[in-house]
């Protein structure tokens, strides 16, 4: 039977390099693929989505889902269900689980036990080094056959210049973007907080920026002798988005990702101690608030990302410089950009491209777009929907966000992946 959702407002791509659709229109879905997209569609089963918006389902090119090893904090199929409910639909897990994901048959297990589970499109992304130790290469060819779209060593940056140089060629080998976490720790010094006043009048130790543009800056150079595909993870400083920028417009193939997180929120959060304020890399200025939305709008940042990174309840608990950096972000992320929309700070259709296609682009996805033909993954956003954050709230396992409390307008009421419900808020389809 075929399924029409009708009196929607169609938004984002129609194919992988096609252009953006707004349009009021009817979407019909057959045997898990979209056949047409029109008006006044008739016939199946009829879903009245009068006054909401349909959406490509959400990628998220950046998220800690735990399992193997942590699953305490989060597993695969929380995790999978938490972005079903934000409305994501394919998720990229990072590799930093026990035992890292650095060979083939880790790979194989998260990707098995994500078909079995059946709520997102989770696609790993493989270790860059053995045990994320900055050394000696894992087998990245093993683990593309495997099913790994990127490599990555987690939140750890590959610190030595001619261990990054031969993993980018390597890389470039199979055609592998390379996700560096940009973080000189020796000019981090051990901070846990933006460098700035605040630092100082609070009391903790300042974490500077230049930690992050300097390794970027260093980066960009070796990207630039070895042509291998580059991915900044989180930015957070204004100085890196100049960086970007300025390699961008060289021809560098490099892509960049920012939260959502560090798009709403500035180390103000982390006034009161609060360990669910602690991030990495931590919450910047509101200079440098305004330069990551600035990089989102013209493109020099592709993608805002969830940063998904679920802590037990003993990691939040305690004084903020000894919390362990992170906070939840697959149930949130929509709704923070639909404020920046809403305040007039970011345009919708580049909110949706830097939410669906432009992650989809930059990691090679076959995700992000509402084409006649394709996969029937999308969401169905009330953008008045109203809601505060809290842990009933939210359904994975993990609810720690600086968010707690806080009012928030936007919300996925229904996600599909293949056709197949994977989230239904109002119970439209039951």
């Not at 630092?199 to 960009?220: C, F, K, P, Q, S």
Request: net charge negative.
């Amino acid at each position: 039977m075929d399924l029409v959702l009708r009196g929607g407002r169609v938004l984002g791509a129609a194919g992988p390099a096609g252009p953006a659709r707004d349009v009021a229109a009817d979407v019909r879905i057959r045997d898990g693929r979209i056949v047409e997209i029109a008006a006044g569609l008739r016939g199946g089963r009829e879903v009245a989505v009068t006054d909401l918006w349909v959406l490509p389902g959400l990628v998220d090119l950046h998220c800690h889902l735990r399992e193997p090893g942590a699953e305490h904090k989060e597993d695969l199929a929380s995790g999978a269900r938490a972005a079903a409910h934000g409305g994501f639909t394919t998720i990229c897990a990072m590799p930093d689980t026990t035992p890292v994901n650095d060979q083939r048959t880790v790979t194989e297990l998260i990707v098995r036990r994500a078909a079995e589970i059946g709520l997102a499109r989770i696609r790993p992304i493989g270790a860059i080094t053995r045990g994320l130790a900055g050394e000696r290469f894992a087998d990245m060819a093993d683990m593309k056959d495997g099913g790994i779209v990127a490599v990555a060593d987690g939140d750890r940056a590959v610190a030595d210049a001619a261990v990054l140089r031969r993993a980018l060629e390597y890389a470039r080998t199979f055609d592998l973007p390379l996700v560096q976490h940009a973080e000189d720790v020796a000019l981090a010094e051990g901070g846990v907080m933006h460098e700035g006043a605040l630092a100082t009048r609070i009391g903790l130790r300042a974490h500077t920026a230049m930690a992050e543009a300097a390794m970027v800056a260093r980066d960009l150079e070796i990207v630039a002798g070895t042509g291998g595909r580059y991915h900044v993870a989180h930015v957070s400083a204004a100085r890196t988005v100049e960086l970007l920028r300025d390699g961008k417009r060289r021809g560098l193939p490099i892509t960049a990702e920012v939260s959502a997180l560090h798009l709403a929120l500035t180390e103000a959060a982390c006034v009161d101690y609060d360990p669910r304020a602690r991030l990495s890399p931590p919450l910047r200025s509101e200079a440098d608030r305004q330069a990551l939305l600035a990089g989102i709008v013209d493109g020099t940042i592709d993608a805002i990302v969830s940063d998904h990174a679920p802590s037990a309840l003993t990691e939040k608990e305690g004084l903020f410089e000894e919390a362990v950096p992170g906070a939840v972000g697959l149930e949130t992320a929509l709704a923070v950009v639909l404020g920046l929309v809403a305040a007039g700070h970011l345009p919708l259709a580049r909110a949706v491209d830097a939410l669906t296609a432009a992650p989809a682009r930059a990691f090679a996805l076959d995700a992000g777009a509402l084409a006649i033909g394709g996969a029937a993954d999308l969401c169905v956003v009330d953008p008045g929907r109203a809601w505060t954050v809290g842990a009933s709230e939210l359904v994975g396992k993990s609810k720690h966000t600086p968010l707690t409390g806080q009012a928030l307008v936007g919300r996925a009421v229904l996600t599909l992946l293949a056709g197949a419900i994977t989230c239904d808020r109002d119970e439209r389809l039951a």
